[in-house]
């Protein structure tokens, strides 16, 4: 039968029944669990961490469960919790340190931007290795004001997870992102052209070819679509060389 819980027994709340050797174990499972947790979260990459570095991120995991264990469980040891929490926070200031100092050591730990989009094409075989897909990245530029793929000269998804974009000086005919064909309330979508001027877009990455490509009935060489459409002026831009656009259905 459990021995009743005697309240304000000191001997209990700050030391327990552990032999003072125990302190040194829990410095080696903090230690251990930290390091697995750190690669873990690396691996996940920055769609999982959002604006958080990948060490804020642990840390704000490890330091809520090792206070909150001690806040409710009457058999945790205050004294081990706040072992727990003086390592966790001496070695996340010890990685920082280490982020601050070497470049090395940041693109291991927190890793380094990836390229999504160039010259108004999303690089679908990048993006897969952060595990986005083309429909998630196009909502990510619309979240960030983008339109027209033809705006953007780049796109980077940082490693905390933020999209970085960069507008063309001159834009060009592109993919629109609008409106996106999954909206609840979006209506019937009517039949979009599938050139404009003699040039097609694939509807997936958005990559620009020769709209002869329709006809022999190719995929998109970048990313294998086979979904085509007419591509698009980003809004308030124009061809002059050509004036009106002439679609090709």
């Given amino acids: 039968?459990?021995?009743?819980?005697?309240?304000?027994?000191?001997?209990?709340?700050?030391?327990?029944?552990?032999?003072?050797?125990?302190?040194?174990?829990?410095?080696?499972?903090?230690?251990?669990?930290?390091?697995?947790?750190?690669?873990?979260?690396?691996?996940?990459?920055?769609?999982?961490?959002?604006?958080?570095?990948?060490?804020?991120?642990?840390?704000?995991?490890?330091?809520?469960?090792?206070?909150?264990?001690?806040?409710?469980?009457?058999?945790?040891?205050?004294?081990?919790?706040?072992?727990?929490?003086?390592?966790?926070?001496?070695?996340?200031?010890?990685?920082?340190?280490?982020?601050?100092?070497?470049?090395?050591?940041?693109?291991?730990?927190?890793?380094?931007?990836?390229?999504?989009?160039?010259?108004?094409?999303?690089?679908?075989?990048?993006?897969?290795?952060?595990?986005?897909?083309l429909a998630e990245i196009k909502a990510m530029l619309r979240l960030a004001g983008i339109a027209n793929l033809g705006e953007l000269r780049a796109a980077y998804l940082e490693a905390g997870g933020g999209l970085s974009v960069f507008r063309s000086r001159n834009p060009v005919q592109g993919l629109s992102l609008l409106p996106p064909d999954h909206l609840i309330n979006g209506g019937p979508i009517p039949d979009k052209a599938l050139a404009m001027d003699g040039q097609t877009c694939c509807g997936l990455c958005g990559a620009v070819e020769d709209a002869g490509i329709i006809a022999t009935a190719a995929p998109c060489p970048h990313c294998k679509g086979r979904a085509w459409q007419a591509p698009e002026w980003p809004e308030g831009e124009s061809d002059p060389a050509k004036g009106s656009a002439k679609p090709m259905e």
């Fill in 1 to 133: 039968m459990d021995q009743p819980v005697i309240p304000f027994d000191l001997a209990r709340m700050f030391i327990g029944d552990h032999p003072p050797l125990f302190y040194a174990e829990i410095l080696v499972r903090t230690l251990l669990i930290y390091v697995y947790a750190l690669l873990m979260i690396r691996w996940i990459g920055g769609r999982g961490v959002a604006q958080l570095s990948m060490v804020e991120f642990l840390l704000v995991i490890a330091l809520g469960s090792a206070v909150g264990d001690a806040m409710f469980y009457p058999d945790v040891p205050i004294l081990a919790a706040m072992a727990v929490i003086t390592t966790v926070v001496v070695f996340n200031k010890t990685l920082d340190r280490l982020i601050v100092r070497f470049d090395r050591a940041k693109d291991l730990i927190d890793g380094r931007p990836i390229m999504l989009v160039r010259d108004g094409r999303i690089l679908s075989d990048d993006a897969a290795q952060r595990d986005l897909g």
